[in-house]
């Protein structure tokens, strides 16, 4: 028996309570654990507040949207921050012996360095952007995806009525895979994402040779951190986030300006934004965030720390937690290749 704390840190994401519900569920019926949720991220294990979790706290929310813990972008490693020290002096403030984290790269890469200093933890990979190296998927993709299909149908009826090209911005900052997946399953006209630097010349030839042929309308599917080979388009925000990533500018704003100019073709921009992580999460999410809860505790109970839980093929395994942050997962070029088929 131990008493165990959970946080879910960064972006809220569809399918979080899901893997809390299930972490409580097996650890209490097959361990005896107890369990103890951290609020919002790192900045509650660094104060030490949350509240006790039992299977009657997390009864009724495998559908809901968001994480009943709350999150936060806190890090404990930024600048002169409290570190290790201070994580340990929130856990012991809980008496909480061992973590079990959720989140993405910056949630999992301070999970990281506490393994580095002993720290007992399993991580478990959440992200939209389906960017973790070391699993197949994340849990919320999926969710991202059908959101943003579901509105490049609903943006299709529109451009066409109106003879309109039509820009859609989907979230993903290093990664494009919402966007091609999204692109593929909606039919999009093109998709630019951030793997490859994009010619806005390029596409706007590409939109006119689709109108010489008949097709009156366009939709172009964008990643937010999508860049064009020409820096100059894209406006920088200069702002930074705790982990010092910048705050994206919007490149479907600078694109529609940019189309309508170059094209004369009536241009307009969605940017789906937060839409993608929030509401319900699908049957898959809710699926695989269950069976990366239950993993983390059968890998505590094996005693493999410092680990991550990822999806292999069909099955959940343990990676660790180095393996799993030491590079981004870019999307897989032939993938691109299959939707650049049916560009135009």
């Not at 609020?39 to 706290?57: F, H, K, S, T």
């Not at 993608?276 to 695989?288: E, H, I, K, M, S």
Request: aromatic residues 6%; negative net charge.
């Amino acid at each position: 028996m131990a008493r165990i704390g959970i946080l879910t840190g960064g972006g809220d994401c569809p399918g979080l309570n899901a893997v809390i519900r299930a972490v409580v569920r097996k650890g209490v019926k097959s361990h005896d654990h107890e369990f103890f949720g951290f609020q919002y991220g790192w900045a509650g294990v660094l104060a030490g507040e949350g509240r006790p979790l039992d299977i009657n706290a997390t009864r009724g929310i495998l559908p809901r949207g968001g994480t009943i813990l709350g999150t936060s972008r806190t890090n404990p490693f930024k600048d002169d921050g409290p570190g290790v020290e201070g994580v340990l002096a929130g856990m012991e403030q809980a008496g909480v012996e061992m973590l079990i984290p959720i989140g993405g790269e910056d949630t999992l890469g301070v999970a990281g360095k506490l393994a580095e200093a002993g720290v007992p933890v399993v991580g478990v990979p959440k992200t939209i952007d389906n960017d973790l190296a070391g699993t197949d998927f994340t849990f919320g993709f999926q969710t991202a995806v059908q959101i943003a299909t579901d509105a490049i149908d609903r943006l299709h009826t529109t451009a066409e009525s109106h003879n309109r090209v039509i820009v859609v911005e989907v979230m993903g900052r290093h990664a494009g895979w919402i966007a091609a997946y999204s692109g593929m399953a909606g039919g999009a006209d093109a998709i630019l994402v951030p793997e490859r630097p994009f010619d806005i010349d390029e596409v706007c030839e590409h939109l006119r040779r689709r109108h010489v042929q008949g097709s009156r309308f366009s939709i172009v599917v964008v990643s937010e951190g999508a860049h064009p080979k020409d820096e100059g388009l894209i406006a920088s925000t200069g702002e930074l986030d705790a982990f010092g990533h910048e705050r994206l500018g919007g490149v479907a704003v600078a694109l529609e300006g940019e189309i309508e100019k170059r094209t004369g073709y009536e241009t307009r921009m969605t940017i789906l934004g937060h839409v993608q992580r929030g509401g319900t999460p699908n049957a898959y999410d809710r699926v695989l965030g269950t069976r990366f809860g239950v993993a983390a505790i059968d890998a505590i109970a094996r005693g493999e720390t410092g680990t991550m839980v990822a999806l292999r093929g069909s099955e959940v395994v343990t990676v660790p937690l180095a393996e799993a942050l030491a590079e981004p997962k870019l999307l897989d070029p032939a993938f691109y290749e299959t939707a650049e088929v049916f560009f135009g």
